[in-house]
């Protein structure tokens, strides 16, 4: 069994989720390819936000649907229109 936590940054709205699954510990984020730009093409962003955590939630779940839900990820939003 895995882990899905979901945080939120404090500063520029952003949301991101910790994948934790057997041995391993992957982000993922969705974000412009021009920071802080409010439309713009955007991409799955990998990079540790432990550090910008403001709020979190953790759920437990199986690790193979963890896996699938990263796939799909980076499927349907590597180069996507960012826009808020």
Known sequence: MGN???I???GFPHAACLFEYAEVKTWCGFK???PKFPAFWGYVDRSN???Y???SIRFEIPDRTLQEAISILEEKYT???FAI
């Open 8 to 10: 939120s940054e404090t």
């Open 4 to 6: 899905l936590t979901i």
């Open 79 to 81: 180069n996507r229109w």
């Open 49 to 51: 936000r432990a550090i």
């Open 53 to 55: 955590i403001k709020k």
């Open 32 to 34: 412009p390819k021009i």
